[in-house]
């Protein structure tokens, strides 16, 4: 029984160590199998306990807790099929970058919910691109140490259809 908790510690000390001993701006190869999506924006790699902020784009949230509009969870669903559809199409490639946080936040619940940010290519193209490109995403660009205002356009075109 203490071995198994032994084991069980140093495992996790292990896991949360990688997670912040991340190698930023190069571009690893990653397969689909690897990825668990869990809205147009946000992944994790198996193994892995930290979820990945796709950055450059926002998507809209597929819960009714997190989302703004009854719209936004409709959209929300379609942008998380399309990524799941864009993962199966070709090679993939991640590269984490620094997340815009306050210095001394990172890798807490301070800086962007505890997730680690990052880049996604399919075939060479920007995962963010492709999916503002078809109407699942909007522009969303953070600088320095913050981030502007979450847009969130599907809400405002619900409201002006009412």
Known sequence: ?????LAGGLM???LIAGAAAQTYDVPI???????????????RLKGDPVSIRLVGFNTPETSQRSAAC?????????ARTRLR?????????LTY????????????????HGRACGTLRVRGADIG??????????PYACSG??????????????????
């Open 1 to 5: 029984m203490m071995r198994r908790l």
């Open 12 to 14: 996790a000390i292990i």
């Open 29 to 43: 190869s990653v397969r689909n199998s690897e990825i668990r999506v869990f809205d147009g924006d946000t992944i």
């Open 70 to 78: 009854p719209a936004e969870i409709e959209h929300g669903k379609r």
């Open 85 to 93: 559809e864009l993962l199966s199409s070709g090679p993939l490639t």
């Open 97 to 112: 970058v620094r997340c815009a946080c306050r210095p001394g936040t990172h890798g807490t619940s301070d800086c962007n």
């Open 129 to 138: 691109d492709l999916l503002i490109g078809e109407g699942h995403a909007v």
């Open 145 to 162: 140490t913050s981030c502007p205002k979450l847009p969130r356009p599907w809400c405002d075109a619900a409201k002006a259809n009412e």
